[in-house]
C-alpha cells in the first residue's frame, strides 16, 4: 500500500470551509494509514478570483491544522510544479497528444445550433447537452466555419458505452453513453477548463486514490477515460485513480455548507478559538468513526487507522454545539503551559498583553490557566476571563451591564464590607482570603454566597462570568485586589 497518492487541490479563492478541511483531512488521514504520499496542489488559474494572499492563507491554513504535506509548495517534488498557474505548458502539450490522436476534436457548435438540431430532430424529454455533432466534420464543413471566423473549443470524444466504476465509499456506479456527451476542455479563447487540468494533473502526478466531495461525482464519468485515454498516450504517471466520493456536510436547513455560510469558514472557528486536534477531531466524526463509542482521539490516532471504504455516505449534519463539546474536550487534556501559550494570541486581539509579553506575564497566565481550563470550550472564552488579571488601573473596564445589575446600593455595601476584610489580611492567599470574605459576607452578615461574592466578583473582574474568585484574587495581588474594590465605590 505505500504506492498510495492521494491529494487536496483548493482553490486560492478565500477562505477555506470545513467541508474542504474535512476533505484534507480525510486524503491525510488514508495517505498516513498507508504509508502513501500527501500531495498538495493549488487549482489557480481562475485570474480573476484568485489572490496570492487566498494562496498563502491556504499554506498557512494546512500548517496552523497540522496536514503536513509530502509535495507540493513550500516542500516540492519530483511532480512539479504544484501550481496550475505554472503548469501551462503540461496542459497544452496533453491537448495537443489527444487532438493528434483522435481522441479530442475542435467543435465549432453553438449552444443555439446544438438546441435547433434537437428540435429539428423531434427529441423531446431525452437527454439535454451537447450532440457529438462535431465529432466528424468534413473538412469542407470545418473550412467553412473557419471562412466565418468561429473560433471553436475542444472536446474530449467520450467512448459510447457505458461508463461504471467502483466508489470506494458508494459501491458500483453507472452511468450511460446518452449521459455523458463529450465535453468541453478547452475553451475558445485557448484557456484550458477544470475539465482538462485537474485529471491531467492527477495523472502526471501518478494520483491512485482521487478522495473527493459528492458534489463532483458527475465529473468522475467524464475524468475516467480522459483518464484511460492519458495511459494510453504515456502521460500518466500511473494508473487510471480509485475514486471515492464524501458525503456532503450540510449546514443550518439541510443546506450543504459553504465558505459564504455563516459558520461555514475554518477562519470563523480559529478566531473563536477552536485548537486545530479539536476541529479536525469533530470534522473526522462527519461520516466516520474510529471505532466503538469512541469521539475523543488525536490526529496520528485517526492516521492509524483511518479506511476510506468505512467512510458512511450519507450527508452529515454539521452540530456547532458538539463541535464545541469535542472541542472542550482538547482544551482540557492541554497541559497549563500549553494552554497559556494558545491563549497568548487572543489575549493580545483583546489588548490585554503586548506583542511580545515578558516572563512575568507568562508565568502569570500559566498559573491562571488551569482556573479556567473546565469553563471553556474555545480560547476565546478563556482569554475573555482572563484579561482582567493583565489590565492595568487604567485599562480595566466593568461590563457595563454587570454593572448596573450587581453593584446597585445593596452591591456596593458588600463591596465596601469586602474590603474592610480584606484590607488588614495578613496572609494574601486563597484560603485567607476565602475565609474572610465567607466569615463577614456569609457569617455576619448572612448573605447567601451568590449575593455575597457576586459584587465582589463583578468589581475585581469586571464581570459577572469569571474563573474562581478567591483564586484570581490570589493571582491579581492584594494591592490591585484592593484597589479594584476601592476603584467600584468610586464608581
Aim: with cysteine; aromatic share 8%.
Amino acid at each position: 500500500m505505500s504506492g498510495v497518492r492521494v491529494r487536496f487541490c483548493p482553490s486560492p479563492t478565500g477562505n477555506l470551509h470545513v467541508g474542504n478541511v474535512r476533505t484534507a483531512l480525510f486524503n491525510w488521514a488514508y495517505a498516513r494509514h498507508t504509508g502513501g504520499t500527501f500531495v498538495f496542489r493549488v487549482e489557480d488559474t481562475d485570474a480573476a478570483r484568485d489572490s496570492e494572499d487566498s494562496y498563502a492563507g491556504l499554506l498557512e491554513s494546512l500548517r496552523w491544522l497540522g496536514l503536513d504535506w509530502d509535495e507540493g509548495p513550500e516542500v516540492g517534488g519530483e511532480h512539479g510544479p504544484y501550481r496550475q498557474s505554472e503548469r501551462s505548458a503540461v496542459y497544452t502539450g496533453a491537448v495537443a497528444q489527444l487532438l493528434d490522436s483522435g481522441r479530442a476534436y475542435l467543435c465549432y457548435s453553438t449552444t443555439e445550433e446544438v438546441e435547433q438540431r434537437r428540435r429539428a430532430a423531434g427529441i423531446e424529454g431525452g437527454p439535454t447537452g451537447y450532440d457529438n455533432y462535431c465529432r466528424d466534420l468534413t473538412r469542407e464543413q470545418v473550412d467553412a466555419y473557419v471562412a466565418q471566423g468561429r473560433k471553436p473549443v475542444v472536446r474530449f470524444r467520450m467512448p459510447d458505452e457505458p461508463i461504471v466504476f467502483d466508489d470506494l465509499v458508494r459501491g458500483e456506479i453507472r452511468f450511460e453513453a446518452e449521459h455523458v456527451p463529450d465535453y468541453v476542455v478547452v475553451r475558445a479563447n485557448g484557456q484550458p477548463l477544470y475539465t482538462l487540468t485537474n485529471p491531467v494533473d492527477d495523472a502526471t502526478m501518478g494520483i491512485t486514490h482521487v478522495l473527493r466531495g459528492e458534489d463532483l461525482l458527475s465529473s468522475t464519468p467524464r475524468q475516467i477515460p480522459l483518464h484511460h485515454a492519458l495511459v494510453e498516450l504515456g502521460l500518466s504517471a500511473g494508473e487510471v485513480p480509485r475514486y471515492g466520493h464524501l458525503p456532503f456536510v450540510l449546514g443550518p436547513g439541510n443546506k450543504k455548507l459553504s465558505k459564504r455560510d455563516p459558520g461555514g469558514g475554518l477562519l470563523t472557528y480559529r478566531e473563536r478559538g477552536f485548537l486545530p486536534e479539536g476541529l479536525l477531531n469533530y470534522l473526522a466524526l462527519l461520516g466516520w468513526s474510529i471505532g466503538g463509542d469512541r469521539e475523543f482521539f488525536g490526529l496520528a490516532e485517526m492516521g492509524e487507522v483511518f479506511d476510506v471504504t468505512r467512510v458512511n455516505p450519507n450527508p452529515a449534519q454539521f452540530d456547532l454545539k458538539k463541535a464545541e463539546a469535542v472541542n472542550g474536550q482538547h482544551v482540557r487534556s492541554l497541559d497549563p503551559a500549553d494552554l497559556a501559550r494558545r491563549l497568548v494570541p487572543y489575549l493580545q486581539t483583546r489588548g490585554a498583553l503586548g506583542a511580545e509579553p515578558i516572563e512575568a506575564e507568562l508565568a502569570l497566565l500559566t498559573q491562571a490557566a488551569p482556573l479556567v481550563q473546565e469553563r471553556m470550550t474555545v480560547l476565546a472564552e478563556g482569554a475573555d476571563m482572563l484579561r482582567f488579571l493583565f489590565a492595568g488601573d487604567a485599562d480595566f473596564r466593568i461590563d457595563d451591564a454587570d454593572r448596573t445589575t450587581t453593584l446597585d446600593a445593596v452591591g456596593l455595601d458588600v463591596v465596601r464590607a469586602a474590603h474592610a476584610s480584606l484590607a488588614g489580611l495578613p496572609t494574601w492567599d486563597t484560603p485567607s482570603i476565602e475565609a474572610a470574605l465567607r466569615t463577614r459576607l456569609i457569617e455576619q452578615l448572612g448573605l447567601k454566597p451568590r449575593h455575597a461574592f457576586g459584587p465582589v466578583r463583578v468589581a475585581v473582574t469586571g464581570a459577572r462570568v469569571s474563573p474562581p474568585l478567591f483564586e484570581s484574587m490570589e493571582l491579581l495581588g492584594r494591592e490591585r485586589s484592593l484597589a479594584r474594590l476601592e476603584a467600584a465605590l468610586r464608581g
